[in-house]
C-alpha cells in the first residue's frame, strides 16, 4: 500500500527567503518564535490551468494582503512585493505545476524567546503543491452542512481579523473540530456581537429575493473571493448589499455559499439543522460558481486581467 504523502515527505522545491531549497530541507528550529507565539502572516493563493499555461489568481491582490497583514501587526518583510510576486510564479514553475496552492508565509526567526522579543529576523518561504476542491467535489455541486460555532470570531479589538494572522486561526481550528465532531462540514462564526462573520477559512453570501447579501467586513477577512464575487454579480446586474446579518436571516434565505480561495464558490445546503431555500445549490450560486470557474480558468475575457501566467 502507499505510504500517504505527508506535507514534509514530498519531493520538489520550496522558495525560502529568495533561494529555493529541497522540499525535504526546508525546515526551521523548534524554538522559532512564530512557533509559540503565533505571530505571522500568510496568504492562500490558487493558480489554475488555462489555455495559456498556469496563471494564478489576483496574484498583486494577494500579495498587497500579504504586505497589508504584516503592516497591521508590525512584521517587516525584507523583500518586495514584486520580489514575492515572482516567487509565486516561480514556485509553480520549479515544482512542473499545471496548478495548484500557493501558501506565502512570513514568519519570525529564533533569534530570542519571550514576547518582549524585539530583535527577530523576518523568514519568508512560499510553498506551492497541488491541492484540489477544498471540501471535495460532492461540496462544490450540492452544498455543504453548516452549523453556527459556539465560538466567536475574533473582536475588532482583539486580534484584528484583516491581518491574515497565523495566530488567529486558532480560533478557525477550533470552531472547525466542534463542527465537524458534530457531524457538520464546517462551521459558521458570529461577532462578539452575535451577527454572522465568516466561516472557518470562507466569507459568507446568502440570496434573498435576488439581491445578494454579505456581511460588512468588521469581524472578517477582507476576502478577494468575496471581492471577485461582488464583481461578477455588478456584472450579472445583481444587486449587493453589505449589512449586519442574524443567524435566522440565513436561516429564511433563498441561498447561501461561503467563498475562499481555497473552497471557491461552497454552496451551504443547510445551517444548524434548517435547510436553506431548497437545500441544493440555488441558481444564483450556480451562476455564479460557473462564472468564477470560468474566470479563474482564463475563459471569461472580462476579467483576464486578474490572472498572471506564468512567464
Ligand atoms: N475568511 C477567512 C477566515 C479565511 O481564512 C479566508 C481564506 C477567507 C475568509 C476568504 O478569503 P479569500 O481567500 O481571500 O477569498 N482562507 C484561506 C486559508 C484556508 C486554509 O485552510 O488554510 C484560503 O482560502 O486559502
Known amino acids: 500500500m502507499a505510504i500517504p504523502q505527508t506535507m514534509e515527505d514530498r519531493d520538489g522545491f520550496i ?12 525546515n526551521t528550529h523548534v524554538l522559532t518564535h512564530t512557533l509559540h507565539y503565533g505571530l505571522g502572516v500568510f496568504e492562500g493563493v490558487r493558480a489554475y490551468e ?7 489568481f489576483r496574484l498583486e491582490d494577494h500579495t498587497k494582503r500579504l504586505f497589508n497583514s504584516a503592516h497591521i501587526v508590525g512584521i517587516k518583510i525584507p523583500f518586495t512585493p514584486a520580489q514575492i510576486n515572482q516567487a509565486h510564479k ?5 515544482n512542473n505545476l499545471k496548478s495548484g496552492y500557493i501558501r506565502p508565509m512570513a514568519f519570525y526567526g529564533a533569534e530570542a524567546m519571550g514576547i518582549s522579543a524585539k530583535e527577530l529576523s523576518t523568514n519568508v518561504i512560499v510553498a506551492a503543491w ?3 476542491a477544498y471540501m471535495g467535489q460532492e461540496a462544490l455541486d450540492s452544498g455543504i452542512k453548516v452549523k453556527t460555532s459556539s465560538l ?26 466542534e463542527a465537524t465532531n458534530d457531524g457538520y462540514d464546517e462551521a459558521l462564526l458570529l461577532d462578539t456581537q452575535g451577527f454572522i462573520a465568516e ?3 470562507e466569507n459568507i453570501f446568502i440570496v434573498k429575493n435576488g439581491v445578494l447579501i454579505t456581511p460588512t467586513l468588521t469581524s472578517a477577512l477582507e476576502g478577494i473571493t468575496r471581492d471577485t464575487v461582488m464583481t461578477i454579480a455588478k456584472g450579472l446586474n445583481v444587486k ?14 433563498d441561498e447561501a455559499f461561503f467563498t475562499g480561495t481555497a473552497a471557491e464558490v461552497t454552496p451551504i445546503k443547510e445551517l444548524d439543522g434548517r435547510l436553506i431555500g431548497k437545500g441544493i445549490k440555488g441558481p444564483l450560486t450556480s451562476k455564479i460558481q460557473t462564472i468564477y470557474f470560468d474566470t479563474v480558468k ?4 472580462d476579467y483576464e486581467h486578474w490572472l498572471s501566467y506564468i512567464d
Open 50 to 56: 488555462t489555455k495559456k499555461g498556469p496563471a494564478i
Open 90 to 94: 516561480d514556485s509553480i514553475s520549479k
Open 130 to 132: 497541488s491541492w484540489g
Open 298 to 301: 482564463g475563459d471569461n475575457p
Open 240 to 253: 449587493v448589499n453589505e449589512k449586519s446579518i442574524t443567524r435566522d436571516e440565513v436561516y429564511t434565505a
Open 152 to 177: 466567536s470570531r475574533h473582536h475588532v479589538n482583539s486580534t484584528m481579523t484583516k491581518a491574515k494572522a497565523n495566530g488567529n486561526y486558532m480560533n478557525s481550528i477550533l470552531a472547525h473540530q
Open 199 to 201: 466561516g472557518t477559512g
Open 15 to 26: 522558495w525560502f527567503n529568495d533561494k529555493f531549497v529541497p522540499w525535504r530541507e526546508a
